[in-house]
């Protein structure tokens, strides 16, 4: 699977971005979804997932009702709506893919994911 994100970008705090993630290789719709962030000096932390099989999607609670993860299958590419966004949110936001039928804590973990794609810079000033 190779996945390819784009979307980052300056935006001011309170304002809005949709990042993308565009797979090629194997449908979406077969595989579990992950977006990650690392800032600077910082661990790359889980931001939201989707499970392929539920289509179930999970939060961090950091993000949890400001940020929608969705997929679009006939483009076979997921989504990372951000709202209300911070200046803690400015980090290198990355996708992820993985296989398998995992349980919900397994989503959380960058260490289980099998394909990443490059990062794509949010910067929120205030």
């Known amino acids: 699977v190779q996945l390819q994100a784009s979307g980052g970008g300056l935006v001011q705090a309170g304002g809005s971005l949709r990042l993308s993630c565009a797979a090629s290789g194997r449908p979406i719709t077969s595989v579990n979804m992950g977006w990650f962030r690392q800032a600077p000096g910082k661990e790359r932390e889980f931001v939201a997932g989707?499970?392929?099989?539920?289509?179930?999607?999970h939060y961090a609670r950091s993000v949890n009702g400001r940020f929608t993860i969705s997929r679009d299958d006939a483009k076979n590419t997921v989504y990372l709506q951000m709202s209300s966004l911070k200046p803690e949110n400015t980090a290198n936001y990355y996708c992820?893919?993985?296989?398998?039928?995992?349980?919900?804590?397994?989503?959380?973990?960058?260490?289980?994911?099998?394909?990443w794609g490059q990062g794509t810079q949010v910067t929120v000033s205030s």
């Open positions: 992820a893919a993985m296989l398998g039928n995992p349980v919900l804590s397994t989503l959380w973990r960058s260490m289980n994911y099998d394909y």
């Open positions: 989707m499970r392929w099989q539920a289509r179930s999607t």
